[in-house]
């Protein structure tokens, strides 16, 4: 079984998000993770590896810092990783999926899992869009995986309750929440993923042009949420207080 | 020597970091309050391979080197003082094996200590004697193929909960603790050896501290590390291999502390401004922030003269020596220091249970008293000078 996991590196969740000079996200000494809903895939994939046999191939679109998380997940226990880098300013999610197709087509595959949605972006559309172009089947959001001869069997949240799905392999199935728990890498498992192969290519490695890859999608600008002011306690008896709030809505709040 | 850490140190360091925040830190508060030994904690460095990182890799190991297992000692400490030196014991308890056991002992006993399976203890303090070995009373009598041990043992780590401990008792008391002396591997459920009384402490309080009561233990012959006489070397070298592990935990704390009294001061407002603002807060952060700095460089370098060395009982130099004692006296100090400092930076709220840096004040306070109080510490530097 040839278990493809798609991965992205993103920002850690407790990162504080500031724009540098230029209006663009500050990358600067913020600490990079692996987008946890990835996690969730890379442990899946890991799993089932464990119960049918097979490799956990990972592949990436990023800069070269990616290596960290790559290798954290090879840590982990995949087996290889493949890390495309684009070498763009910008990119959108036609670009990641465009690339990533190319580059998971070249592997081979009998299962392709990946993250719902990335942490950062959260525009849950890449692994979507990599299904569409290689004509797979897609089932988002599982929290349940159970493979048998050809076929997933998918549990699903839906509102009120979960779904099972049955599909035929290969098929791109996305990580929510809840599928697992996954493991943190064991120093033995530190080690032995230096020895672990990474590739590095670019656009041109692939046969794609920059062209065939650019974004169709431009930010336009970025800007940070309004800082909350203070909140106000009315103090003092009930009617007072109910027309002091009264007040304070029509006049500095102006909301009525 | 190289000085900077290696890719797989600082995965390493990530790793332990994420995993102290998101299973260790949740219950340090309660396991502080229970005082009791937690077992969870035991299954938890099992499933991650944290007690054999500084095992050879042909009996389970990791084989990553001491400076490994200081950093997964110092980030488990930041955040659990006794969770850090839960890891720290296992090497503590299994080094007289690694230094002085032939390879049946070490084939026989260390794999389930790499593994966790086993835990290991240090049997050295008595209550006749914890500086000075002279006052040692422990005895082991030889008969036939065994030893009959006979005396107690105070204050032993892990001492009710190990499988493993390595027991240091006089075989020959006319020659003194010098030259009589000499170290078992004893067994938990050996026939005559059993536990006493536990200590309650003041901090580290979830970390097991007993009494051993040996009363006509018979120990296999098989079992004597070394050979008679040795005991006192073995003890020695264990030491100055073990006070890295002791400066490891110190720092974990007085770091834990640093970065907890850090975000305070930034949060906290007086004044009508955070308190980091006035300078008698923030130069006390900048003090601390020197001092923790400059105790992990004395620190990782010792780690990084000391796992260049081999596990055997060839001779320390008066440098490497003096080395590992100035490390563990050092980080203690200033964990002790630094997380005084802490509380005073939290104020009130530094003092309550609520708060963090008031049990990891009470846990620095037994990094200047155990493997050699500092006192002692200075004793072996400054013979060291002579
Ligand atoms: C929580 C805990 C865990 C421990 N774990 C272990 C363990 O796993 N294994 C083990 O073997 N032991 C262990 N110990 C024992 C510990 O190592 C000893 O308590 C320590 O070495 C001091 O010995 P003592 O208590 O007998 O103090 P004493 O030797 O009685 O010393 C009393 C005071 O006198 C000072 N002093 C003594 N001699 C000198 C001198 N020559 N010059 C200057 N000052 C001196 C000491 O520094 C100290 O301040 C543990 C102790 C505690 C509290």
Redesign the pocket.
Known sequence: MKIIVLMKQTFDTEAKITLDGQGKINRQGVNLIINPYDEFAVEEALRIKEKHGGEVVLVSVGADSVQEALRQALAMGADRAVLINPEMEEVDEFTTATILARAVSGLGYDLILGGWRAIDDGSAQVAGRVAEILDLPVVNQVTKIEIEAGKAVATRDIEGGNEVVEVSLPAVLTAQKGLNEPRYPTMKGIMQAKKKPMEKKNLADLGLSADQAAPKVKVLEYFLPKPRAAGKILEGEVPEAVAALVKALREEAKVI | MQYTLTEEQELLRETVRRLAKERVEPGARERDEKGKFDWEMVTLFRENDLFGLDFPAEYGGSDAGMLSLIIAVEELSKVDASAGLLID?QE??TLPIMLAGNEEQKKKYLPKLASGEHLA?????E?S????VAGFRCQAKKDGDSYILNGS???????GVADVLTV?ALTNPEKGGHKGAAVFIVEKGMPGFSVGKK?D?MG?RW?D?AELIFEDCRVPAENLLGAEGMGFHIMMKTLDFARPGIAGQALGIAAGAYEYALAYAKERVAFGQPVFNFQGVSFKLADMCIRIEAARHLLYKTCAVYQELPKDMSRLSPEQIRLSAMAKCFCSDVAMWVTTEAVQVLGGYGYTREFPVERMMRDAK?TQ????????Q??VIANTLK
């Open positions: 014991l503590l308890g203890a240090f049997a050295l303090t209550t004697g914890g500086s000075d043992k105070i204050f032993i780590s892990n001492g240091y200590e402490k580290i970390s501290t037994i008293i155990y493997e050699g109080t500092n006192e002692i200075r004793l």
